[in-house]
Nanobody
Framework: QVQLAESGGGLVQAGGSLRLSCAAS????????MGWHRQAPGKQRELVAT???????NYADSVKGRFTISRDNGKNTVYLQMTSLKPEDTAVYYC????????WGQGTQVTVSS
C-alpha cells in the first residue's frame, strides 16, 4: 500500500516562494510517475505539474516559468518549488503517484495573500 505525505504549505505574500514536499512509502516510487495537483475553493482539482519516472516534466500553462517539480528517488520524495506566487495560486495542493493506479496524499494548504 502506498502512502503519500505532503508538507511545506503555508501562508505567503504575493511574490514569495514555498517548497512543497511529498514523501512516499513503499518500494514503487522510483518506477512511478509523480504529480502535483491543486484545488481552490469552489473549483475542480487541476493538474499543476508532473514528472515521469525518467525525469521528464510537464507543467500547467499557469505555472510555467514559476514552479519547478523535481524528485529524489533516494529519499522517495517529490518536490514542488513555487516562486513568484500569486493570490490565484491559493489552493490545497495534492501529491499524486501513478503506477497502475492513482494514489493521493491528504493535501497541504497554500495561501497567497495580496
Amino acid at each position: 500500500q502506498v502512502q503519500l505525505a505532503e508538507s511545506g504549505g503555508g501562508l505567503v505574500q504575493a511574490g514569495g516562494s514555498l517548497r512543497l514536499s511529498c514523501a512516499a512509502s513503499g518500494s514503487i516510487f522510483r518506477i512511478s510517475d509523480m504529480g502535483w495537483h491543486r484545488q481552490a475553493p469552489g473549483k475542480q482539482r487541476e493538474l499543476v505539474a508532473t514528472i515521469t519516472s525518467g525525469g521528464r516534466t510537464n507543467y500547467a500553462d499557469s505555472v510555467k516559468g514559476r514552479f519547478t517539480i523535481s524528485r529524489d528517488n533516494g529519499k522517495n520524495t517529490v518536490y514542488l518549488q513555487m516562486t513568484s506566487l500569486k493570490p490565484e495560486d491559493t489552493a490545497v495542493y495534492y501529491c499524486n503517484l501513478r503506477r497502475n493506479a492513482d494514489y493521493w496524499g491528504q493535501g497541504t494548504q497554500v495561501t497567497v495573500s495580496s
